[in-house]
């Protein structure tokens, strides 16, 4: 990686809800309605404003499959957007689940270079209730936003959020490396 990769990328720990990034990234499900977690906290603390747009989203394309990604205002929380993308259901691991959660990380990458966000902060899509072994979510993770990065402009800071402690260290280990 690059010095002028590695300065666009960092770890963060603590409630994303609170992160004052252009977008926040939200472990979403395919409903697009709301749900536990990261989900329930940021419709919760972002207010009536991001499942109005989801339901208008999920009545205009049917919902967000899994490893899509799909936008919104960010209501009252610090960030202006949220993305919402639904990563993969842990299911072994040979259900495909490695790329659909790639695929996660690059298309919500994707609708911040089309609107130019400065900076992205993403929780740890699928690590929850959706059980992706964590050490291997964080390697996906770290490994999408750096070759996004080393490719292209926007955004130009990336976040990864993490809640827990074993997270961390699994995040500060993957960017090590
Ligand atoms: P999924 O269904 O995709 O597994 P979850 O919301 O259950 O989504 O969990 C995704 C990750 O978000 C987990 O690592 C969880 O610890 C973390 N998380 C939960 N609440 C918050 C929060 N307020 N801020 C940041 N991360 C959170």
């Known amino acids: 990686m690059s010095d002028s990769t590695s300065s666009r990328l960092r770890v963060v720990q603590g409630d994303i809800t609170k992160l004052a990034a ?3 990234v939200n ?8 749900g536990g977690g990261v989900d329930g906290a940021i419709h919760r603390a972002g207010g009536p404003a991001i499942l109005d ?3 208008q989203i999920r009545a205009r394309q049917g919902g967000c499959k899994t ?12 960030a202006q957007y949220v993305i919402h993308t639904v990563g993969p259901v842990w299911n072994g691991g040979s259900k495909g689940e490695p790329e659909l959660l790639a695929a996660c990380y690059r298309n919500s990458l994707a609708l911040a270079l089309e609107r130019r966000l400065e900076s992205v902060a993403f929780s740890s899509i699928s ?19 750096r070759q996004w990065l080393a490719t292209h402009e926007w955004p130009q800071e990336v976040v990864f959020v993490v809640f827990d402690e074993e997270n961390n260290r699994l995040y500060e280990q993957a960017l090590a490396g």
């Open 22 to 24: 252009t977008a926040i």
């Open 53 to 55: 747009e989801c339901r």
């Open 67 to 78: 490893g899509e990604a799909v936008i919104t205002t960010g209501g009252r929380l610090p």
């Open 27 to 34: 472990a979403a499900n395919s409903s697009l309605l709301g």
């Open 127 to 145: 690590t929850g209730v959706y059980g992706y072994p964590k050490a291997d979510a964080a390697a996906i993770a770290v490994r999408e936003v």
